[in-house]
């Protein structure tokens, strides 16, 4: 009986609800079970902070493949080629700064404007792992749109093309 006790109260406490005074309440552990990580990215674009982004898609390689027949082998070999990096779709709630803006700008006057953007995984105020981004420049831009119903978020996006990514940390 005092094992089967043990086992429940190893559970209960694993799952984050706690018995106080007969009655049962949860705990930290059983909130931020519930809630999950908060994680959202922190931009910087030539180590100036852009804000921070809900959303960052396209974070990718891709390595082409090269196929060849060596002499009267009857086998295709492969080889890896050359990397080839996704564009990357930054999404955040629109805020009147005009740093990602003035960037397409730029590019739109002609200015070669390529820049290093680093993207950091944020749980709070601890990065988690970070990336730079190198020979970025600003592809597409749209925004403030609003998504969904009433007192929504405003959403601004930047599609950004880029020639190579290394973790930096």
């Known amino acids: ?3 089967l006790l043990a086992v429940v109260a190893a559970l209960v406490i694993a799952a984050g609800v706690a ?5 049962l309440e949860w705990t930290p552990l059983a909130v931020e079970a519930q809630r999950g990580p908060v994680y959202a990215f922190k931009v910087e674009i030539d180590g100036v902070t852009a804000g921070a982004f809900r959303s ?4 990718a390689a891709e390595i082409e493949v090269i196929e060849f027949v060596d002499g009267g082998d009857l086998r295709v070999r492969k080889r890896p080629g050359r990397v080839k990096y996704g564009d990357i779709t930054l999404k955040r709630g629109y805020i009147a700064n005009s740093q990602l803006f003035d960037w397409v700008k730029q590019i739109e006057r002609g200015e070669l404007a390529q820049k290093i953007m680093t993207i950091s995984l944020m749980d709070g105020e601890r990065v ?4 730079d981004c190198f020979e970025c420049f600003p592809k597409s831009w749209s925004g403030p749109s609003q998504v969904g119903e009433g007192a929504a978020l405003a959403i601004e996006k930047i599609e950004v093309a ?3 990514v290394e973790r930096a940390r």
Not at 19 to 23: E, I, N, P
């Open 1 to 3: 009986m005092k094992k």
């Open 19 to 23: 018995l106080v005074f007969g009655r």
């Open 56 to 59: 960052v898609d396209g974070l």
């Open 128 to 131: 988690v792992e970070a990336w």
């Open 162 to 164: 880029i020639e190579k």
